[in-house]
């Protein structure tokens, strides 16, 4: 008879026990030499000449496999290797300037011993990260980490839930901390993630600002008619004011407007119209974008600014013109 169970609660349980396995983690981080042996491992793979190499078996070997792809993308390169196909010819993708991580909850895996043997033979150095401190795998590698024996959220403690989660913690927090020590930036990440949302988000405002004829500007003493005109024919909200040397110096929006006509009602049109010119009503300066900055953070500075446009500007002339829409429409959120 099946059991009658909240599957809220059941999901809730499940995430108090990461939590405690996590939790017991960054204790035992401090203590039996563990703390010294992962400053000491990420050492070892900054300064490395070739790449990491991952292997594992079960889920242990998936964790691995996407350790692989998270240590790949953020500035260390690194390569998995299913043990069972270095066993017939894969061993061969180590090389002598590689480092090579193990995983393994038991630390009994016998489908890694081809693996660690080869590497005792050419002197490659291993690391392992494993839940047994007394296993074969922590006592023939060099650096193993330990995690601690934490109680799987499955209810049977069988089922590798926990022990895999640790395991991946682990695994990112090293690749974080690798990232960290190289000074891998945000340029950085782009030219490893150049599609999708993260493409995106990552992609400077020079690939995508509006640029050359579609930019808004007029000069100072230009009346405000003109600048209503600009304002309509280019349909940004906005309009840029250059002086004689083409530096931008301010700028004009559509609300600038309105409150100018709202605060002239009392005149005729024709007077209030012609009697300003561009330069008595633009708010000076205004927000301004590096060609170089990240459409992320482009995006961030209008709608913290709470504006829908700014214009891009090199050597205080403007360039570009980027939108609210604009980036959203890109996928940048």
Request: hydrophobic share 40%; glycine share 10%.
């Amino acid at each position: 008879m099946l059991e009658k169970i909240d599957p809220l609660q059941s999901v809730l349980a499940s995430l108090r026990c990461f939590q405690d396995g996590l939790e017991q983690m960054q204790a035992e981080l401090t203590k039996n030499g563990n703390g010294d042996v992962i400053s000491d491992t990420a050492r070892l793979i900054l300064e490395m000449k070739g790449r990491l190499i991952l292997s594992g078996v079960g889920k242990s070997g998936h964790i691995a496999r996407k350790l692989a792809a998270t240590f790949s993308s953020t500035g260390t390169p690194a390569y998995f290797v299913h043990p069972a196909e270095a066993s017939h010819g894969d061993l061969g993708v180590i090389q002598d300037n590689d480092v090579v991580l193990l995983m393994s909850w038991s630390g009994e895996t016998r489908e890694l011993s081809d693996v660690v043997a080869y590497c005792a033979r050419f002197d490659v150095p291993m690391i392992s990260i494993t839940g047994n401190s007394e296993s074969t795998l922590a006592r023939k590698t060099q650096y193993p980490i330990i995690l601690p024996h934490a109680e799987e959220a499955c209810p049977h403690n069988l089922a590798p839930t926990t022990s895999t989660l640790l395991q991946l913690a682990m695994g990112d927090a090293l690749a974080v901390t690798l990232l960290r020590m190289r000074g891998f930036s945000e340029e950085s990440f782009r030219n490893f993630h150049p599609g999708g949302k993260l493409g995106s988000v990552l992609q400077p405002i020079s690939e995508l600002m509006f640029k050359g004829d579609q930019l808004p500007l007029v000069e100072m003493d230009a009346p405000i008619i003109e600048v209503i005109s600009e304002i309509s024919n280019k349909g940004f909200g906005i309009v840029g004011m250059r002086d004689v040397g083409g530096n931008l110096v301010g700028v004009i929006t559509d609300g600038d407007i309105r409150r100018y006509l709202e605060s002239n009602a009392s005149g005729t049109m024709k007077s209030v119209i012609w009697k300003a010119t561009a330069a008595s009503l633009m708010t000076p300066g205004g927000v301004r974008l590096e060609p170089e900055r990240l459409s992320a953070r482009a995006l961030n500075i209008l709608q913290k600014n709470k504006i829908s446009a700014a214009f891009v500007v090199e050597d205080s002339k403007p360039v570009g013109l980027v939108t609210v829409l604009q980036l959203l429409q890109r996928g940048v959120a």
